[in-house]
């Protein structure tokens, strides 16, 4: 028997094959405003819809309990909510790849709690949370005041430096509307998912594509995690040993492929911090494409991203004030010249362990803990990224965080204001409560979103920036010969702000020689 509910003005029926409510509205129905961000725990809140006008995950709720019920998308919002919704972050820089947004949009809208109690069913990782409260406020102001004229083309340029990747600017973009893999994939392909057996299984849906590959809930272990490598022998004035971190992007990896064709990339609004930059689903797309002889989906889900997805080298270290010291690090290709970048002086030995995949491309991996390492070696969490750009980090008597911030040209000072404090974010974060359990055979234990210790928004401290918008040119020469001065080509600021901060909260902390410093939540 068929399921018939209503839909955003609309009465629609789904076939009871033992699918989500999320899966019957992406997949049968082709609404793609709620997104797949945990593939399904119920803990990113990314596929949130209105039931009966209470908010409510579709991932883990069966469309056959929907029966007869109303459900409300983002889509279906009066379209006056919508845009006010949309340009009040867009205003704040509360949405940089949009996939967390159209879920969170319409739990504020439909909440009668305090934004931050709202929030704790959710989980963001690029913003750090409090662009998404300055949105809240903004769009609360009964006459809010006409918003600055921005340059939407400068805006994206700002962006695409910060992300690393291709990345769109707009309201659109807090709507969930910026292009991601799976959203563009046609109706009648093919789905296809990792199994237990190395290989994939492929069906006709989500639901049967994962009965093939045994799938089996992830789960969270009580352990805390502990630093792999051991420290090198010396007597160092200062040491540090980093645990196993999850990038923790909130798309999981996909990709689809018609027979023949381009994959299509995991990258569609945002780099994953490094995260996907070697995924390995468009090649999986087009090799199962051509084998079925139709489009094929490939898509990971939340667990299936811990234990095959790159993660932060960990790092295990001892330095001397003069700058000397050994750098043990989990092999990783390109990471010794990373971290040479930032501090010459250091001996790197690199160590084969086992565990999950590593990757140097992961935001300003390995060069961010040496720089660390040097700043708080002087009790100055100033860093210089090697890109030039420069950030520093301290916190206020009252407890915020103030970050200043110096990388070229502006562009946009919405979008760099943003960036910068969801770099704040995921500093604070890795130092002092995230990290997975990898056991002694490299097995990952913490496969679920909620595990990772990723800092909730009542827990963030508010962010001031300072940025740096002075940038001159050298006009004593000919105009046909004027050069910019250093600091005039707009380079990436974030990771600066990210290594300057995770300094910060390290000298605050005390320095001890274990991160996490106050363990997972």
Not at 28 to 43: A, E, F, H, N, V
Not at 56 to 67: E, G, L
Not at 405 to 414: F, Q, R
Not at 449 to 468: C, H, N, Q, T, Y
């Amino acid at each position: 028997m068929p399921v018939r509910f209503h839909v955003d003005g609309r009465d629609v029926e789904v076939p009871d094959d033992g699918a989500s409510l999320l899966e019957a509205l992406r997949d049968r129905l082709g609404l793609r405003s709620p997104k797949d961000g945990c593939s399904p725990q119920g803990q990113c809140g990314c596929c949130t819809v209105l039931v009966d006008g209470a908010p409510r995950v579709a991932c883990v709720t069966p469309v056959r309990r929907i029966a007869g019920r109303q459900v409300t998308t983002l889509d279906g919002l009066p379209d006056a909510d919508r845009r006010s919704w949309a340009d009040a972050f867009t205003a704040c820089g509360a949405s940089q790849c949009g996939f967390c947004t159209p879920g969170i949009i319409l739990r504020l809208h439909a909440s009668t709690s305090k934004p931050e109690d709202a929030l704790l069913a959710h989980l963001c990782r690029c913003t750090g949370w409090r662009t998404i409260l300055d949105a809240v406020a903004h769009k609360s102001q009964q006459t809010p005041a006409a918003a600055p004229q921005r340059d939407f083309e400068a805006a994206t340029r700002r962006a695409e430096l910060e992300g690393g990747v291709a990345q769109a600017v707009g309201p659109h973009v807090a709507l969930g509307q910026a292009g991601f893999a799976d959203d563009t994939a046609p109706p009648d392909a093919l789905v296809a998912v990792p199994d237990q057996w190395g290989g994939w299984a492929v069906g006709e849906s989500l639901t049967e594509a994962r009965a093939k590959a045994g799938k089996r809930q992830g789960r969270r272990t009580s352990l805390d995690p502990r630093p792999p490598l051991d420290l090198p022998p010396g007597d160092w004035d200062l040491t540090l040993q980093t645990s196993w971190v999850e990038p923790a992007y909130l798309e999981p990896d996909a990709s689809w492929c018609e027979p023949g064709g381009t994959p299509v990339t995991p990258l569609a609004n945002g780099g994953a911090f490094g995260g996907k930059a070697d995924s390995p689903v468009p090649a999986v797309a087009r090799r199962l494409a051509d084998e079925h002889g139709r489009p094929v989906r490939v898509l990971l889900s939340r667990e299936d991203v811990v234990r095959l997805g790159p993660k932060r080298p960990p790092i295990a270290a001892g330095v001397n004030h003069d700058g000397s010291g050994v750098m043990r690090v989990v092999r990783t290709d390109g990471i010794a010249a990373a971290i040479r970048a930032a501090a010459p002086d250091l001996i790197v030995e690199e160590v084969d362990v086992a565990g999950p995949p590593t990757s140097a491309r992961i935001r300003a991996a390995g060069w961010a803990e040496a720089a660390i390492l040097m700043a708080a070696l002087n009790k100055d969490p100033s860093i210089t990224a090697p890109n030039g750009a420069r950030a520093t980090a301290a916190f206020t008597d009252a407890g915020a965080l103030r970050v200043t911030v110096s990388c070229g040209p502006v562009l946009d000072e919405v979008v760099l204001r943003s960036y910068c404090i969801g770099a704040a974010h995921m500093a604070l974060g890795w130092v002092r409560r995230e990290g997975i359990v990898v056991d002694d055979e490299g097995v990952a234990h913490d496969l679920t979103i909620r595990s990772f210790g990723i800092l909730r928004a009542k827990d963030m401290p508010a962010v001031e920036v300072d940025i740096d918008t002075e940038v001159d040119m050298d006009t004593d020469i000919d105009t046909d010969q004027r050069e910019p001065h250093p600091g005039a080509t707009p380079v990436n600021g974030s990771d600066a702000v990210f290594a300057a901060v995770a300094a910060a909260a390290w000298l605050a902390d005390g320095l001890p020689s274990t991160w996490p410093t106050k363990g997972t939540p």
